[in-house]
Nanobody, 118 residues
Framework: VQLQASGGGLVQAGGSLRLSCAAS????????MGWFRQAPGKEREFVGS????????SYADSVKGRFTISSDNTKNTVYLQMNNLKLEDTAVYYC????????????WGQGTQVTVSS
């Protein structure tokens, strides 16, 4: 599966953005889909994930209650809705896919920059 993340940009603190992760090659419903981010000088960190067929979601504590992951199987796309953005949310955001038999995310998109300004 090939993944293409988009939707990043510059937003003021307290604002919102929606990131998209469009998949091609295989249906996203075959994978657990995750969002990760990496801020300058920091390790890549888990943001959240959605199980195959959108059964359930999980989130990092730092974004819980502000970010929402959803999927649209008709568009083969997964979304990350980010509300009440904070300065510390500034990072490059990546989407990733993990197949049922894999223990790690094996497919990654190219990343999209999110910058939150004061």
């Amino acid at each position: 599966v090939q993944l293409q993340a988009s939707g990043g940009g510059l937003v003021q603190a307290g604002g919102s953005l929606r990131l998209s992760c469009a998949a091609s090659g295989r249906a996203v419903s075959n994978y657990e889909m995750g969002w990760f981010r990496q801020a300058p000088g920091k390790e890549r960190e888990f943001v959240g994930s959605i199980t195959r067929r959108g059964g359930s979601t999980s989130y990092a504590d730092s974004v819980k209650g502000r970010f929402t992951i959803s999927s649209d199987n008709t568009k083969n796309t997964v979304y990350l809705q980010m509300n009440n953005l904070k300065l510390e949310d500034t990072a490059v955001y990546y989407c990733a896919a993990r197949s049922l038999v894999a223990t790690q995310y094996g497919y990654w998109g190219q990343g999209t920059q999110v910058t939150v300004s004061s």
